[in-house]
């Protein structure tokens, strides 16, 4: 017995060649996972994304999300991003414990002191608004089914959308997003919802919310019977809370282009009309100028339009800045704590806060509206905008990025750049312009149609 007992633990590694095996083990399997994920993110970019809407690339893809690869998905995800995330609670967690809670607290054990949070804040900065962030389907993902702090709130229920065929031929991605693979937590009562999330900020001084992923709502109802439907329930619940709730009507609206949308704003008025402002990506800066420009044009006949936050340090903090003046919207920026460009601030805002805000959405000069400002290299963009006193023309050299339809992202297409030229007048600011019927009138008396009269503008706005 001691003889194979010796012969055992000689065949047996000792406890250092164990560990020794483990690590090597560990390494590669670790090596092995970091392959075939660079692999397969080789493989998305480089055929999957440049794949046609309807080719049988995105069609297998779509497929194979569905079912072998949708917990690789789920994982990926749930690791990488918040959509998948729901709402468990109206409430804020431990994080706002206390000024200096941090993400070590226990948040199940702790209570929160949000208006203690809030009010420090307003009290040591001088702040006299604050704002929070909601999305209108609660969360990304939207709200937990089953949550027990959740009842008495209102019930929800999972559904999958799946994208309309319009929309999938814009972006395929849509097809294997993540409220398709995880599916979206549905309010059964969209007004208590909101109601209990807004009766909370209030009470805790909270002024106001700005309410993203609307748009989402649309694609969620395609499981509801329809995304207008849907759309026009949940926009007029969180309308009626944000008037309860939020005197003076303090709204953001946000990611809501969808006609399904921001035909349903009844009474709030502002909304943004670009995607993310994408500090670390230098190729969006320029486009996200463009779609502010050209999209006041389209929504600024509903909504005061917003063109987002920006970074005034950021290498195109100037020329986002210029942006944002001319805009007729909220200046406002995203900084890191001590990365600031105050001589770029101090030509925004004065020393009390205020913002010389223009009267109008700014909207694209007549010469712009149906030229390529960002591809043709040829082109800047003038978009105009007026006060009681003067107009005003901000002039832009956006030419050399845009959004790349078969990369799928933006895409800087020349880095050479080059000096562009422009003519600037009065008669670029619309409301210098003569009425049709003075136009008309002074065509009548001395057969001179007067067009570029700056004359008439400028009464109109003084008067």
Not at 73 to 83: K, R, V
Not at 115 to 129: L, N, S
Not at 148 to 167: E, H, R
Not at 321 to 337: F, I, L, Q, T
Request: glycine share 10%.
């Amino acid at each position: 017995g001691a003889a194979v007992k010796r012969a055992i633990q000689k065949a047996s590694p000792s406890p250092r060649r164990q560990f020794i095996l483990i690590r090597w083990a560990q390494k590669a399997a670790g090596a092995l996972v970091g392959v075939a994920t660079a692999a397969f993110l080789m493989f998305y970019q480089w055929v999957v994304e440049p794949a046609p809407p309807h080719s049988l690339r995105v069609k297998a893809f779509a497929a194979l999300t569905q079912g072998v690869l949708r917990g690789a998905m789920l994982t990926f995800f749930a690791s990488a991003s918040d959509f998948t995330r729901r709402l468990t609670s109206v409430e804020a967690n431990a994080k706002f414990a206390r000024l200096d809670a941090g993400p070590e607290e226990d948040w199940e054990a702790t209570p929160a002191d949000f208006r203690a949070v809030v009010t420090h804040i307003k009290e040591k900065f001088g702040i006299r608004y604050v704002y929070c962030w909601h999305g209108l389907p609660a969360y990304w993902g939207g709200v937990m089914p089953g949550t027990p702090s959740m009842t008495g709130v209102t019930g929800s229920s999972l559904v999958y959308p799946k994208p309309t065929a319009s929309i999938a031929e814009v972006e395929p991605s849509l097809m294997w997003s993540p409220a398709v693979l995880a599916g979206v937590g549905v309010a059964d009562n969209p007004g208590a919802l909101y109601s209990a999330m807004h009766a909370y900020l209030a009470a805790a001084a909270v002024d106001g919310v700005k309410v993203d992923c609307q748009a989402g709502v649309g694609l969620v109802g395609s499981a509801l019977g329809g995304g207008p439907a849907a759309a026009r329930q949940f926009q007029a619940a969180l309308e009626d809370s944000i008037a309860a709730h939020f005197p003076g009507n303090h709204a953001i609206n946000c990611m809501c282009h969808s006609s399904e949308n921001f035909y349903r704003f009844s009474r709030t008025a502002v909304a943004r009309v670009s995607d993310d402002y994408y500090p670390r990506d230098p190729a969006s800066s320029t486009p996200h100028i463009g779609a502010c420009a050209f999209n006041s044009l389209y929504m600024g006949a509903l909504v005061q339009p917003d063109w987002d936050m920006f970074q005034s340090a950021h290498p195109a903090g100037v020329l986002h800045g210029m942006a944002r003046a001319v805009s007729g919207g909220a200046v406002y920026v995203s900084d890191k704590p001590g990365q600031h460009d105050f001589d770029l601030l101090r030509r925004l805002v004065l020393p009390d806060g205020a913002v010389l805000r223009a009267l109008l959405p700014g909207r694209p000069t007549r010469d712009c509206l149906f030229a390529d400002v960002l591809r043709d290299r040829q082109t800047l963009l003038k978009v105009w905008n007026a006060n009681p006193v003067v107009g005003l023309v901000g002039v832009f050299n956006l030419q050399g990025a845009s959004w790349d339809r078969n990369r799928r992202k933006f895409h800087v297409h020349d880095k050479r750049g080059q000096t562009l030229t422009t003519n600037i007048s009065p008669a670029d600011v619309e409301s210098f312009r003569p009425s049709a019927a003075a136009a008309a009138a002074a065509a009548g008396d001395d057969g001179v149609s007067g067009g570029d009269s700056g004359a008439s503008g400028s009464s109109r706005w003084a008067g």
